[in-house]
T-cell receptor
């Protein structure tokens, strides 16, 4: 089944404790992206990747890192999480052709205390 | 920065009625897409309309695009309680941009 998976789905952590949210897709998509969704602000793009070893900043990259060592995986790293990073995070992927249809993961709900 | 802006922010209708949501954007686009999100879950792609298209249908969905007004509308006909969700438009600005820009969404409630 074609899908985007994220882990964990729910996470409660404390300020400053490094964490990684994994994202994996099985559709051989070149393009992968991370979004955060906050009430009243819609979805905002954090980082995206056009292909292996090619990543770029989205609209709200501060406090986040990503890597793309393999085509199927695109982990999101929070080196020192802060409470303002409490949010709902989505990973998405698509073929390179202008990201026409993005497939979204189920979301990761993060609470930073 | 947000490009797509949906209107209204919230819409409540009775089952069987039609629901219309609008999206406005600021710059030229390659295409415009509509997505649906059930509460707290991932977004699901509904329909894509290209900049050279004016109208598109998919089942009970009808999307229009007016590039001169930089606006799009999503019509759901004969709504069902299961259509209750948030609906987002997303624009592909083109011109070298590699981003898909989402609006803030319209929360639709269909009452049985």
């Amino acid at each position: 089944e074609a899908q985007v998976t994220q882990n964990p789905r729910y996470l409660i952590t404390v300020t400053g404790k490094k964490l990684t949210v994994t994202c994996s897709q099985n559709m051989n998509h070149e393009y992968m992206s991370w979004y955060r969704q906050d009430p009243g602000l819609g979805l905002r793009q954090i980082y995206y990747s056009m292909n292996v070893e090619v990543t770029d900043k989205g609209d709200v990259p501060e406090g986040y890192k990503v890597s793309r060592k393999e085509k199927r995986n695109f982990p999101l790293i929070l080196e020192s999480p802060s409470p303002n990073q409490t949010s709902l995070y989505f990973c998405a992927s698509s073929f390179w052709d202008r990201q026409e249809t993005q497939y979204f993961g189920p979301g990761t709900r993060l609470l930073v205390l | 920065s947000q490009q797509g802006e949906e209107d209204p922010q919230a819409l409540s209708i009775q089952e069987g009625e039609n629901a219309t949501m609008n999206c406005s954007y600021k710059t030229s686009i390659n295409n415009l897409q509509w997505y649906r999100q059930n509460s707290g879950r991932g977004l699901v792609h509904l329909i894509l309309i290209r900049s050279n298209e004016r109208e598109k249908h998919s089942g009970r969905l009808r999307v229009t695009l007016d590039t001169s007004k930089k606006s799009s509308s999503l019509l759901i006909t004969a709504s069902r309680a299961a259509d209750t969700a948030s609906y987002f438009c997303a624009t592909d600005p083109g011109g070298g941009s590699e981003k898909l820009v989402f609006g803030k969404g319209t929360k639709l409630t269909v009452n049985p």
